[in-house]
């Protein structure tokens, strides 16, 4: 039903209009009646029409004015003027308000009801909108975490990135072309070993994700990642590079300081807050490393940026086996990730010696990063935390956990290698196929990286791997053996069969067939003239 209202301060008027609107309207209900600009502005308050008939001279406030007043506050009203005053000042007025009809007194049933319609179908359209709208915010807020989670994992997987996170971009609307990274850590209440409930924690701290996304939004504009164990990632955007590091760090340090201050006394926990150096988009992850690498230095709750860190001890933990490791899973290598994870349980196993639960507590955030690139393949990877913890803590023996990780690794870095198998097969296909339908023309290596979406360096690279030859000698095999097989119609002259192979000089197409097959394009239509 569609909601009228009548202002009239004749009776008369009234009760005319409401006797055309009820014999000809089933779908329209009078919801109220004004005789007076006043009485109609306090109506339209509780009534909420969709559409209003308003007469212009009305005791008190004239029509023109209630029609600006009710505006203010409800913009979606249609109205439609009724009056016995045919001037050009309030027709001019009434348009600039918007009203879609200028009916003058007496109106007659038909122009009242073309009105009427016209308004209802301005409603209809205007109601339909509201309702798409509404539709495509809410699907943007579902997606908009996907997408945000999405973007974090590229950041801290050490993939090959740069071309997924200008996707990601584009896809969450940034406009920023740099930021900085925060990785912000749970901080809880450790037992006499120096040592923490992963279990217990994990789910406390999934309680309170909720709150700190929100109170992280709230501040300032920045994407939130998922939960990782007991610890989120959080990317700032920046409008401007500057070269003054130290008002960036200034900058970032305050942003953490004031998330502290609004968290505090809200979770039952501290925070650890580590934060990475400004940088373009493209190189994001190096922010993100150098994040965890201040993260790392803090010895309990705080907030330390990167350039606060002391860099010494370069005996300390394998930081570039750990970054070789998820590399080297990200491509598939079984070899290198198993050669990468050794190495690192040696370290800890030496450093740690007999302390099997600080192993385990350094190998947990290891093997949860390997096992969650997993998921970005395979779905049911992607599965319970907290399974993982219990199956991780309840091993004892150290041979055993050393075998456990490296199952893991191994059977992650094997379904990226099918899938990463699978994929570079498909675009090579695609590349072929590209080529096959545009051999006749000018095609160059980068016209065909554009149309499958890869770099052209790694293209050309997958192309050798793939075919055994680069993207010439492959292009240029296609284009003679096309070319052979016109010479043997007899009605293609040489200069045709030139163009038509996508040469633009029949000399120079002369001398590839003489290369490639052995005598010239002449030659060899001859043999099928004799």
Not at 173 to 192: A, C, H, L, P, R
Not at 216 to 228: A, D, E, F, R, Y
Not at 477 to 503: H, Q, V
């Amino acid at each position: 039903m569609f909601r009228v209202m009548i202002a009239d301060d004749e009776r008369i008027a009234i009760d005319s209009l409401k006797y055309i609107i009820d014999k000809n309207f089933n779908n329209v209900e009078i919801i109220a009646t004004a005789r007076s600009g006043r009485e109609a502005i306090e109506k339209v308050e509780y009534s909420v029409p969709d559409i209003v008939f308003m007469d212009i001279k009305m005791p008190g406030i004239n029509g023109i004015e209630t029609i600006r007043e009710i505006k203010k506050l409800h913009r979606h009203v249609v109205f439609i003027i009724l009056s016995a005053f045919d001037q050009f000042e309030f027709a001019k007025e009434a348009v600039n308000l918007g009203v879609i009809e200028y009916l003058l007194k007496p109106a007659n049933r038909k122009k009242v009801v073309e009105a009427l319609n016209k308004a209802i179908d301005i409603v209809k359209a205007e109601k339909e909108n509201r309702k798409n709208m509404l539709e495509l915010k809410e699907k943007i807020e579902r997606i908009q975490p996907v997408l945000e989670n999405g973007f974090i994992y590229s950041l801290v997987m050490f993939d090959n990135n740069k071309k997924e996170l200008l996707n990601y971009r584009e896809l969450l609307s940034i406009e920023e072309n740099n930021g900085y990274v925060m990785t912000i850590e749970f901080s809880y209440e450790e037992d006499k070993e120096g040592l923490v409930d992963r279990i217990g924690n994990n789910l406390k701290s999934r309680k309170v994700y909720s709150l700190f996304r929100d109170t992280v939004s709230n501040i300032g504009k920045c994407i939130v990642g998922p939960l990782m164990l007991n610890r989120v990632v959080v990317f700032v955007p920046v409008a401007y590079m500057t070269e003054d590091s130290a008002f960036v760090q200034r900058a970032a340090i305050a942003f953490a300081e004031t998330l502290s201050k609004h968290l505090s006394g809200k979770l039952e926990c501290g925070l650890k807050i580590g934060i990475g150096n400004q940088k373009s988009f493209e190189t994001m992850s190096a922010s993100y490393e150098e994040a965890l690498k201040a993260l790392r230095s803090l010895n309990g709750t705080g907030i330390k940026h990167f350039m606060d860190i002391t860099l010494v001890n370069t005996q300390g933990y394998p930081e570039h086996k750990e970054k070789l490791l998820m590399q080297s899973v990200a491509l598939g290598d079984k070899g290198e990730s198993i050669e990468a994870f050794n190495c690192i349980f040696d370290w800890l196993s030496g450093v740690y010696n007999g302390q099997h639960l600080r192993i385990k507590n350094k190998l947990l955030e290891l093997l949860f990063l390997v096992q969650r690139m997993a998921g970005k393949y395979d779905s049911e990877t992607d599965g319970n935390e907290t399974d993982f913890l219990e199956e991780m803590l309840s091993i004892e023996d150290m041979t055993e956990l050393r075998l456990w990780g490296k199952r893991i690794v191994e059977d992650v870095a094997g379904k990226i290698n099918v899938y990463r198998s699978y994929k570079t097969g498909e675009l090579i296909t695609r590349a072929k196929e590209y080529i096959e339908a545009n051999y006749a023309k000018s095609i160059t290596l980068e016209d065909i990286s554009n149309e499958i979406n890869v770099s052209p360096q790694y293209l050309s690279k997958l192309f050798k791997e793939e075919t055994g030859e680069n993207f010439i000698d492959y292009l240029t095999g296609i284009r003679i053996r096309i070319a052979k097989d016109l010479l043997e119609n007899k009605n293609s002259s040489i200069k045709e069969i030139c163009y038509n192979t996508g040469y633009s000089d029949p000399n120079y197409f002369s001398r590839i067939f003489k290369k490639i097959v052995g005598v010239t394009p002449t030659e060899y239509k001859g043999t099928f003239t004799a």
